[in-house]
């Protein structure tokens, strides 16, 4: 076993346990993944420019409105893996019976959502 693994974020160690084989659109056509990745990569380098704006002693206002292009950009990924979430997996449980799942792990997120 390995001690240092990183846990994996899209198998059993999800908050509510989904442990199916996970059918992304992605598997078939890696757009929509390209697509999850580009966007998190915007968001690395974002972030990387508001450390700098830190480093740097820019003026508070400018880094608060770049922290706050962050955020938005950070809420539009979720949004697009929530879309993908609905249209794959949500689909999935419900179809194989597992729809009270599917409900809690959409409650679960939407109770997140609202901490914001």
Do not use: W
């Not at 598997?27 to 998190?40: D, T, V």
């Not at 292009?69 to 990924?77: E, G, I, M, N, Y």
């Amino acid at each position: 076993m390995e001690k240092n693994k990183p846990k994996s974020l899209l198998t059993g160690d999800t908050p509510m346990e989904y442990t199916g084989h996970m059918k992304h659109e992605h598997h078939g056509n890696s757009a929509h993944k390209q697509k999850a990745i580009r966007r998190l990569r915007i968001i690395a380098g974002q972030i990387k420019g508001v450390e700098k704006m830190v480093e740097e002693d820019k003026y508070c206002i400018d880094i608060i409105n770049q922290s706050l292009a962050v955020k938005q950009a950070l809420s539009s990924f979720e949004d697009f893996i929530l879309k993908n979430h609905l249209s794959t997996h949500a689909i999935e449980q419900m179809k194989s019976g597992q729809s009270n799942k599917a409900v809690e792990e959409i409650l679960s997120i939407y109770r997140l959502s609202k901490k914001k």
